[in-house]
């Protein structure tokens, strides 16, 4: 087919009568007040600092005790919460939020640890599960320490072979 063919111009012709009742779109430029973004940005990083630095606060490298020696990890605040970590040791808690500290430096990890508590605080979510790997084991024995000091958990312990075993723990969070 060839550009003068009959059938490109009448499909041409028919295409321009059908758009012949329409007209062009004009373009309207709208213009915001400016929002000064560097005291606002400035704001919301000091607070969200302030509230991560809360949580960071409970967590210590002072004072270790040999606590957790043995596995499987277990930790319990109060005996009135038995019935929770047996609970969790059968693995009845499935997790609603998962945490990865592969590759973190252990200054890293505690600032993860706290915005974990924080955000589940937040959300109203009670279990959560962190996975800390093996590697050279500084994160798998420094993390059951670590929570252990924080007041906001109610009970962590080892998480069953599905989640990771012996490289993550699960971990119940009280929510206000």
């Known amino acids: 087919m060839n550009k003068n063919s009959p059938y490109i111009t009448n499909e041409n012709i028919l295409f321009r009568q059908w758009l012949s009742d329409t007209r062009e779109i004009i373009q309207d430029t709208v213009f915001h007040s400016r929002i000064d973004k ?17 949580h960071t606060h409970y967590f210590s490298c002072k004072k270790q005790k040999n606590l957790f020696k043995d596995n499987p990890v277990s930790y319990i605040r109060n005996k009135k919460a ?3 970590l047996k609970n969790l040791k059968n693995g009845r808690y499935a997790p609603d939020i998962f945490l990865d500290l592969h ?5 890293q990890a505690q600032k993860a640890l706290a915005e974990l508590i924080r955000t589940c605080q937040k959300e109203k ?7 800390h790997g093996h590697g050279k084991q500084i994160l798998k024995k420094q993390t059951p320490f670590w929570l252990s000091q924080h007041p ?22 009280e929510i206000d």
Request: charged share 20%; aromatic share 12%; glycine share 4%.
């Open 38 to 54: 560097r005291n606002t940005k400035n704001m919301l990083s000091k607070r969200m600092f302030f509230e991560q630095d809360a």
């Open 103 to 107: 590759g973190l430096t252990q200054y």
């Open 125 to 131: 979510i009670f279990c959560a599960h962190i996975m």
């Open 152 to 173: 906001d958990i109610i009970a962590f312990h080892r998480a069953p072979k599905i989640f990771g075993s012996d490289a993550a723990i699960i971990v119940i969070i």
């Open 82 to 84: 038995c019935n929770v």
